[in-house]
């Protein structure tokens, strides 16, 4: 990555704010001309200021040896919430040159587009590449519009390179006689940031191609169909985004689009320990597309060491049938490894079922509220993933867990009493509208939460973390922050306690899918596809 000595400097030099930075960009630039109409409001807004000669000088020497100060000092100026929330999380230069190495393989393009350009990584790195190629970059903060015209003017390559300040949506290209390339790191911007309009937008872009669309999508899904309609049959691309896409239901437009009309033709998908995208612990995946193609494999690869990026050049050919057939994708490129003899995938011994959605846990979790109803009605149940990481191993005892109200679906086997006193309780939920939930609706009664059996061994699904295994010794039942494991066919005691103790010594985050903020989930099918020793090793661990 770029050093990060210049933002010392230019705290040192009691430059600690965004309007110091744009009169450092507007000092590299030049001064304030061809700025775009935002950018001149922020410097208007910022005011001018005057920077140390020794600052601007080292800045642009930095900047000429292929460093990103500008960038860098962005990231100390611009809290990391702000810049999560706008998407701006720049990418590690490794992963800028082995993307731009991998362009180099494919036709010299004529242009280059970097749709979320941010202080220019990947375009700087594709002038170097490429010098013959037109530059274009497009960013809608103005900030970073202002750090992208200052590296271009330090490097000399302002009048071969075009800064749009404007969102990538909006944006039209001109008529190209060579190949377009098009790369970058477009921003992850959550689907409830993202405009009806713009939703909208997506879904009948799509619906025209065939294709049905989710508006669960996050903003880097919006880049990706902007791409394809901004090309044409024979333009080139690599993204790198969070790779969340590949196995939930809303990336399922995606992966349509790149297998039938973007013309998918790699995908390389990094371990969140390479911190594709630093300061989060995601697992990210580098799409590589050429527009048109429908008929060559797609060459698929597992990463999980910056030294293992090649160039993008390994991996192996998966048939696009098989991934247009697979529901999610992760399953192919992070297959499971030959078993060893005897070894079992614990799906061939358990299923895996989340725990029970109640609807409205404020309601059916007892608390005040609930004094007045029967005891046996309220249920000992894990309702929080702490209640198994305080476990450990072993949840032998139900006291310290909360209550889930679980009333059976027909109430005549309760006496008058406490019929009446359910009645009561059902009367104020009733106040509350809990009656009118999705969940609700769709029960045989809506008041009867219908628990699960208990499971003999329960799991978190989704942290920071690997999931927590804990044998269930206290019968405790269990909602949905918890998936339940059960056998097949009855499994002795010592076989139970092995699996436990196996699974968490054993198992790590790189078996479940990690979003966006390096949360990872394990999904019941992923918990299933677990290797695990054979009966008679489990039962020799215990």
């Known amino acids: 990555m770029a050093s990060n000595r210049v933002p010392r400097k230019l705290l040192a030099a009691g430059l600690g704010s965004e309007s110091e930075l744009v009169s450092l960009c507007v000092a590299l630039i030049g001064g304030a001309k061809g700025l775009s109409q935002a950018e001149r409001a922020l410097t208007a807004k910022t005011g001018s200021h005057a920077l140390p000669v020794a600052v601007v000088e080292t800045t642009r020497r930095a900047i ?25 999380v720049y990418t590690p230069a490794p992963i800028v040159k082995s993307m731009m190495t991998w362009l180099a393989t494919q036709d010299a393009p004529a242009r280059i587009v970097d749709p979320g350009a941010g202080s220019g990584r990947f375009i700087l790195a594709a002038g170097e590449a490429f010098p013959q190629a037109q530059l274009v970059a497009v960013e809608l903060d103005p900030l970073a519009a202002l750090m992208l015209r200052a590296n271009l003017a330090v490097r000399g390559w302002s009048s071969r390179a075009t800064v749009h300040v404007k969102d990538y949506r909006e944006l039209t290209l001109p008529r190209c006689n060579g190949t377009t390339a098009f790369i970058g790191n477009p921003p992850y ?39 394809r309609l901004l090309a044409k049959p024979g333009d080139v691309g690599a993204f790198i985004t969070s790779s969340e896409w590949m196995d939930v239901n ?13 013309g998918g033709i790699a995908l390389h998908v990094l371990d969140p320990k390479v911190e594709a995208f630093p300061g989060t612990a995601t697992t990210a995946a580098i ?13 698929v690869h597992s990463i999980d060491e910056l030294a293992h990026l090649n160039g993008l050049a390994k991996g192996v ?39 029970q959605v109640t609807g409205a846990n404020a309601i059916w979790i007892a ?40 009333l059976p679906p027909e109430l005549d086997d309760f006496t008058a009493a406490e019929r009446k006193r359910i009645q009561s309780f059902l009367s104020w939920a009733r106040t509350q509208g809990v009656h009118e939930g999705y969940i609700a609706q769709h029960r045989k009664a809506w008041w009867s939460v219908g628990l699960k ?14 999931p927590q295994f ?26 139970l306690a092995g699996l436990v103790s196996w699974l968490n010594n054993n198992t790590t985050q790189g078996s479940g899918r990690t979003y966006a903020g390096g949360l990872t989930k394990f999904e019941p099918r992923e918990v299933e596809r677990l290797r695990i020793p054979s009966v008679d090793r489990l039962r020799a661990i215990a």
């Not at 799409?287 to 060459?299: I, L």
């Not at 109803?373 to 305080?390: G, H, N, W, Y």
């Not at 059996?453 to 690997?466: N, Q, S, W």
């Open 64 to 88: 000429a040896k292929g460093l990103d100060p500008l960038g860098d000092a962005f990231a100390v100026v611009r809290s990391a919430l702000a810049r999560r929330s706008a998407g701006a």
């Open 189 to 227: 911007v959550r689907h409830h940031d993202i405009a009806e309009d713009w939703k909208a937008w997506y879904s009948e872009r799509l619906a025209t191609m065939g294709i049905r669309a989710s508006a669960l999508a996050g903003l880097h899904l919006h880049f990706f169909l902007q791409t």
């Open 250 to 262: 809303y990336g399922s437009a995606l992966r349509r689009l790149l297998l039938d009309e973007l």
């Open 287 to 299: 799409t590589c597309f050429r527009v048109g193609e429908t008929v060559e494999p797609v060459r």
């Open 317 to 355: 050919d998966v048939p696009r049938a098989q991934l247009s057939s697979a529901p999610r994708w992760s399953i192919i490129v992070r297959p499971t490894l030959p078993a060893a003899e005897g070894d079992l995938e614990l799906g061939e011994l358990f299923r895996v079922h989340r725990g």
């Open 367 to 406: 608390g005040e509220h609930a004094d007045g109803l029967p005891e046996r009605v309220k249920i000992p149940s894990v309702t929080k993933a702490k209640d198994l990481l305080q476990a450990g191993d072993r949840l032998a005892s139900a006291a310290a867990l909360r209550r889930v109200v679980d």
């Open 453 to 466: 059996d208990p499971a003999p061994i329960l799991c978190t699904y989704m942290a920071r973390r690997p």
């Open 470 to 495: 804990t044998l269930n010794d206290c019968g405790a039942r269990h909602i949905n922050v918890a998936h339940g494991l059960y056998p097949c066919q009855a499994l002795p005691a010592d076989v």
